[in-house]
Protein backbone atom coordinates (compact mmCIF):
# COMPACT_ATOMS: atom_id res chain seq x y z
CA UNK A 1 0.00 0.00 0.00
CA UNK A 2 0.98 3.69 -0.59
CA UNK A 3 2.62 5.63 2.57
CA UNK A 4 1.89 8.70 3.98
CA UNK A 5 2.86 11.51 1.43
CA UNK A 6 4.07 14.96 2.11
CA UNK A 7 5.37 18.14 0.22
CA UNK A 8 7.41 19.51 0.32
CA UNK A 9 10.16 17.90 1.21
CA UNK A 10 12.26 20.80 1.82
CA UNK A 11 11.44 24.48 2.73
CA UNK A 12 13.37 27.69 3.08
CA UNK A 13 11.86 31.17 4.24
CA UNK A 14 12.34 34.28 6.09
CA UNK A 15 10.62 34.99 9.14
CA UNK A 16 7.45 36.97 9.54
CA UNK A 17 7.13 34.94 5.72
CA UNK A 18 4.33 32.56 5.65
CA UNK A 19 4.11 28.26 5.13
CA UNK A 20 2.02 25.36 4.06
CA UNK A 21 2.69 22.08 4.39
CA UNK A 22 0.80 19.43 2.57
CA UNK A 23 -0.26 15.51 3.46
CA UNK A 24 -1.66 12.91 1.64
CA UNK A 25 -2.84 9.95 4.27
CA UNK A 26 -2.85 6.11 3.68
CA UNK A 27 -6.31 5.66 1.91
CA UNK A 28 -9.15 4.42 4.46
CA UNK A 29 -7.17 6.17 7.45
CA UNK A 30 -9.59 7.83 9.62
CA UNK A 31 -7.25 9.35 11.65
CA UNK A 32 -4.29 12.22 10.91
CA UNK A 33 -1.57 13.94 13.11
CA UNK A 34 0.89 16.43 12.72
CA UNK A 35 3.95 16.75 15.03
CA UNK A 36 6.93 18.86 15.14
CA UNK A 37 10.48 17.34 15.44
CA UNK A 38 12.68 20.33 16.64
CA UNK A 39 16.50 18.79 16.45
CA UNK A 40 17.59 17.00 18.99
CA UNK A 41 13.78 16.07 20.35
CA UNK A 42 11.33 13.64 19.62
CA UNK A 43 8.81 14.44 18.11
CA UNK A 44 5.59 16.42 19.89
CA UNK A 45 1.73 16.32 18.25
CA UNK A 46 0.86 19.54 17.27
CA UNK A 47 -2.88 18.50 15.89
CA UNK A 48 -4.86 15.49 15.59
CA UNK A 49 -8.01 15.03 13.47
CA UNK A 50 -11.07 12.06 13.42
CA UNK A 51 -11.99 12.28 9.83
CA UNK A 52 -12.40 16.43 8.84
CA UNK A 53 -12.62 16.72 13.03
CA UNK A 54 -10.16 18.25 15.21
CA UNK A 55 -9.93 15.66 17.99
CA UNK A 56 -6.72 17.65 19.83
CA UNK A 57 -4.88 21.00 19.08
CA UNK A 58 -4.11 21.97 22.81
CA UNK A 59 -0.31 22.38 21.71
CA UNK A 60 -0.74 23.77 18.42
CA UNK A 61 0.35 27.77 18.94
CA UNK A 62 -3.23 29.38 17.18
CA UNK A 63 -1.82 32.46 16.81
CA UNK A 64 0.04 31.78 13.81
CA UNK A 65 -0.62 28.13 13.35
CA UNK A 66 -3.27 26.18 11.45
CA UNK A 67 -4.49 23.28 9.60
CA UNK A 68 -7.77 21.83 8.36
CA UNK A 69 -8.60 18.42 6.66
CA UNK A 70 -11.05 19.47 4.21
CA UNK A 71 -13.54 15.82 3.27
CA UNK A 72 -11.65 14.00 5.72
CA UNK A 73 -8.46 13.14 3.59
CA UNK A 74 -5.71 15.40 2.98
CA UNK A 75 -4.61 18.07 5.44
CA UNK A 76 -2.32 21.74 4.97
CA UNK A 77 -0.61 22.89 7.97
CA UNK A 78 0.42 26.53 7.85
CA UNK A 79 1.94 28.49 9.89
CA UNK A 80 1.91 32.55 9.52
CA UNK A 81 4.33 34.42 10.32
CA UNK A 82 6.94 32.04 10.80
CA UNK A 83 9.24 32.45 13.58
CA UNK A 84 12.49 31.40 14.26
CA UNK A 85 11.78 28.84 16.61
CA UNK A 86 9.57 27.53 13.66
CA UNK A 87 12.55 25.89 12.00
CA UNK A 88 11.94 21.70 12.33
CA UNK A 89 10.92 18.91 10.36
CA UNK A 90 6.96 18.43 10.20
CA UNK A 91 5.46 14.60 10.34
CA UNK A 92 2.27 13.93 9.06
CA UNK A 93 1.03 10.70 10.31
CA UNK A 94 -2.15 8.78 9.95
CA UNK A 95 -3.79 5.04 11.49
CA UNK A 96 -7.10 3.23 10.93
CA UNK A 97 -8.49 5.19 14.22
CA UNK A 98 -7.28 6.62 17.59
CA UNK A 99 -7.58 4.25 19.80
CA UNK A 100 -4.05 3.59 21.70
CA UNK A 101 -3.13 0.21 20.02
CA UNK A 102 -3.27 1.76 16.62
CA UNK A 103 0.41 2.27 14.94
CA UNK A 104 0.80 5.46 13.36
CA UNK A 105 2.14 5.57 9.88
CA UNK A 106 4.38 8.54 9.61
CA UNK A 107 5.51 10.01 6.29
CA UNK A 108 9.00 11.37 5.06
CA UNK A 109 8.57 14.94 6.62
CA UNK A 110 9.10 18.35 5.78
CA UNK A 111 12.12 20.08 6.88
CA UNK A 112 12.02 23.99 7.62
CA UNK A 113 14.24 26.19 7.96
CA UNK A 114 13.34 29.78 9.00
CA UNK A 115 16.07 32.58 8.30
CA UNK B 1 0.13 12.67 32.18
CA UNK B 2 1.97 9.63 30.61
CA UNK B 3 6.08 10.26 30.33
CA UNK B 4 8.68 8.33 28.97
CA UNK B 5 12.68 8.68 29.51
CA UNK B 6 15.10 7.13 27.26
CA UNK B 7 17.88 6.82 29.06
CA UNK B 8 20.88 7.12 27.12
CA UNK B 9 20.86 9.60 24.08
CA UNK B 10 23.81 7.80 22.46
CA UNK B 11 24.92 4.05 22.73
CA UNK B 12 27.80 2.83 20.53
CA UNK B 13 28.31 -0.90 19.41
CA UNK B 14 30.34 -2.70 17.53
CA UNK B 15 28.78 -4.97 14.33
CA UNK B 16 27.71 -8.57 15.70
CA UNK B 17 27.54 -7.80 19.62
CA UNK B 18 24.12 -7.11 20.85
CA UNK B 19 21.87 -4.18 21.79
CA UNK B 20 20.55 -2.61 24.51
CA UNK B 21 18.49 0.60 24.53
CA UNK B 22 16.79 1.61 27.67
CA UNK B 23 13.22 3.28 28.35
CA UNK B 24 11.63 3.78 31.25
CA UNK B 25 7.80 5.06 31.54
CA UNK B 26 5.25 6.73 33.88
CA UNK B 27 1.68 5.75 33.79
CA UNK B 28 -0.90 5.91 35.83
CA UNK B 29 -3.36 2.94 34.01
CA UNK B 30 -1.50 0.05 32.21
CA UNK B 31 -0.29 1.85 28.45
CA UNK B 32 0.24 0.27 25.09
CA UNK B 33 4.32 0.94 24.30
CA UNK B 34 5.74 1.49 20.73
CA UNK B 35 9.76 1.66 19.47
CA UNK B 36 10.01 3.42 16.79
CA UNK B 37 13.12 3.68 14.04
CA UNK B 38 14.07 7.26 12.18
CA UNK B 39 16.93 6.36 9.51
CA UNK B 40 18.26 9.80 8.12
CA UNK B 41 16.10 11.60 6.02
CA UNK B 42 13.11 8.78 6.38
CA UNK B 43 10.15 8.60 8.09
CA UNK B 44 9.48 6.80 11.53
CA UNK B 45 8.82 3.18 10.85
CA UNK B 46 7.56 1.15 13.75
CA UNK B 47 9.14 -1.24 15.20
CA UNK B 48 7.47 -3.32 17.39
CA UNK B 49 4.95 -2.69 19.81
CA UNK B 50 2.93 -3.69 23.48
CA UNK B 51 -0.97 -3.71 23.43
CA UNK B 52 -0.96 -5.63 27.33
CA UNK B 53 -0.84 -8.99 25.90
CA UNK B 54 2.33 -10.66 25.92
CA UNK B 55 5.14 -9.20 27.88
CA UNK B 56 7.79 -10.03 25.60
CA UNK B 57 7.24 -8.32 22.57
CA UNK B 58 9.23 -9.30 18.94
CA UNK B 59 9.72 -7.20 16.07
CA UNK B 60 11.18 -6.45 12.78
CA UNK B 61 14.65 -7.10 11.88
CA UNK B 62 15.56 -8.90 15.03
CA UNK B 63 14.38 -6.44 18.05
CA UNK B 64 12.62 -7.83 20.77
CA UNK B 65 11.03 -5.59 23.96
CA UNK B 66 10.05 -6.79 27.31
CA UNK B 67 7.68 -5.40 29.11
CA UNK B 68 7.99 -5.16 33.19
CA UNK B 69 5.21 -3.20 35.08
CA UNK B 70 7.54 -3.70 38.23
CA UNK B 71 10.33 -1.40 36.66
CA UNK B 72 8.22 0.75 34.51
CA UNK B 73 10.72 -0.28 32.00
CA UNK B 74 10.45 -1.21 27.93
CA UNK B 75 14.21 -1.85 27.33
CA UNK B 76 14.52 -2.77 23.22
CA UNK B 77 16.94 -5.24 22.25
CA UNK B 78 18.95 -7.16 19.33
CA UNK B 79 21.10 -10.09 19.63
CA UNK B 80 23.33 -8.91 17.30
CA UNK B 81 23.72 -5.21 15.74
CA UNK B 82 24.19 -5.18 12.37
CA UNK B 83 25.96 -1.51 10.54
CA UNK B 84 22.13 -1.06 8.85
CA UNK B 85 20.79 -0.80 12.10
CA UNK B 86 22.46 2.58 12.90
CA UNK B 87 19.56 5.01 13.32
CA UNK B 88 17.58 7.46 16.07
CA UNK B 89 15.30 5.05 17.79
CA UNK B 90 12.40 5.93 19.80
CA UNK B 91 10.23 5.27 22.86
CA UNK B 92 6.58 5.88 22.54
CA UNK B 93 3.85 5.74 24.98
CA UNK B 94 0.14 5.91 24.69
CA UNK B 95 -1.52 8.56 26.33
CA UNK B 96 -4.90 9.12 27.63
CA UNK B 97 -5.99 12.40 27.54
CA UNK B 98 -10.14 13.59 27.81
CA UNK B 99 -11.20 10.53 26.05
CA UNK B 100 -8.48 10.28 23.27
CA UNK B 101 -4.89 8.64 22.97
CA UNK B 102 -1.35 10.76 21.58
CA UNK B 103 1.87 9.42 21.45
CA UNK B 104 4.17 10.49 23.57
CA UNK B 105 7.83 10.36 21.98
CA UNK B 106 10.70 9.86 24.13
CA UNK B 107 14.01 11.78 23.24
CA UNK B 108 15.83 9.56 20.84
CA UNK B 109 18.76 7.54 20.99
CA UNK B 110 21.14 7.50 18.28
CA UNK B 111 22.59 4.38 17.85
CA UNK B 112 26.27 3.97 16.31
CA UNK B 113 27.23 1.03 14.92
CA UNK B 114 31.29 0.47 14.63
CA UNK B 115 32.33 -1.77 12.06
Known amino acids: EAGVAQSPRYKIIEKRQSVAFWCNPI?????LYWYQQILGQGPKLLIQFQNNGVVDDSQLPKDRFSAERLKGVDSTLKIQPAKLEDSAVYLC?????????????FGPGTRLTVL | AQSVTQLDSHVSVSEGTPVLLRCNYS??????LFWYVQHPNKGLQLLLK??????LVKGINGFEAEFKKSETSFHLTKPSAHMSDAAEYFC?????????????FGTGTRLKVLA
Open chain 2, 27 to 32: SSYSPS
Open chain 1, 93 to 105: ASSWDREDYNEQF
Open chain 2, 50 to 55: YTSAAT
Open chain 1, 27 to 31: SGHAT
Open chain 2, 92 to 104: VVSDRDSGTYKYI
